[in-house]
T-cell receptor, first 112, second 114 residues
Framework: DAKTTQPPSMDCAEGRAANLPCNHSTISGNEYVYWYRQIHSQGPQYIIHGLKNNETNEMASLIITEDRKSSTLILPHATLRDTAVYYCIVRPPWGGGNKLTFGTGTQLKVEL | DAGITQSPRHKVTETGTPVTLRCHQTENHRYMYWYRQDPGHGLRLIHYSYGVKDTDKGEVSDGYSVSRSKTEDFLLTLESATSSQTSVYFC?????????????FGPGTRLTVL
């Protein structure tokens, strides 16, 4: 399985963009990059996913490098409610029941 | 939010007692999962189900069993609870096994084994 590397923690000022990096240098050609987040004491929440093109939805943007070895999750205008642990996950190939392998993620703290 | 509930939300039990956690969904999704979350380990998959009566093991399945007799319910049983099974347990669902599919998580059950 491809593994991911994320910084353990980041800070961001409220209203500014939060850019969360992820390295996945051993990603396979058919593996997607997923981002989830977990607000304290709650279940993980899906944010966005992509294969090789940049993606945007109402929550965030996902920028994947051309070689697909790294990606960045962008929260364009972070708020205090975005304080959470953010997980970058690379989906294993088809099979294995769609399981997700969570690492330890990045603790994002949004401050006034 | 996806219609996923877990019960109980909190439970304290003693070593050696059986414990059953329930996950209930109203989305009619085919796949259901049980994860546990412990400090320093992130979330780890215990068991998953790909249909009624169809289940398989995850990475930390020892000491746990599961059952799925209806699409909407996925039960996790600790036959004889141990202190190492003190954890927060999350249920998740997904519609398919497709690479582009996403999982939706329940609110969690905090289990303490004394």
């Amino acid at each position: 399985d491809a593994k991911t590397t994320q910084p353990p923690s980041m800070d961001c000022a409220e209203g500014r963009a939060a850019n969360l990096p992820c390295n996945h240098s051993t990603i396979s050609g058919n593996e997607y990059v997923y981002w989830y987040r977990q607000i304290h004491s709650q279940g993980p929440q899906y944010i966005i996913h992509g294969l090789k093109n940049n993606e945007t939805n109402e929550m965030a943007s996902l920028i994947i490098t051309e070689d697909r070895k790294s990606s960045t999750l962008i929260l364009p205008h972070a708020t205090l409610r975005d304080t959470a642990v953010y997980y970058c996950i690379v989906r294993p190939p088809w099979g294995g029941g769609n399981k997700l392998t969570f690492g330890t993620g990045t603790q994002l703290k949004v401050e006034l | 939010d996806a219609g996923i509930t877990q019960s109980p939300r909190h439970k304290v039990t003693e070593t050696g007692t059986p414990v059953t956690l329930r996950c209930h969904q109203t989305e009619n999704h085919r796949y259901m999962y049980w994860y546990r979350q412990d400090p320093g380990h992130g979330l780890r998959l215990i068991h998953y189900s790909y249909g009624v009566k169809d289940t398989d093991k995850g990475e930390v399945s020892d000491g746990y069993s599961v059952s799925r007799s209806k699409t909407e319910d996925f039960l996790l049983t600790l036959e004889s609870a141990t202190s190492s099974q003190t954890s927060v347990y999350f249920c998740a669902i997904s519609e398919s096994e497709a690479l582009a599919d996403t999982q939706y998580f329940g609110p969690g059950t905090r289990l303490t084994v004394l």
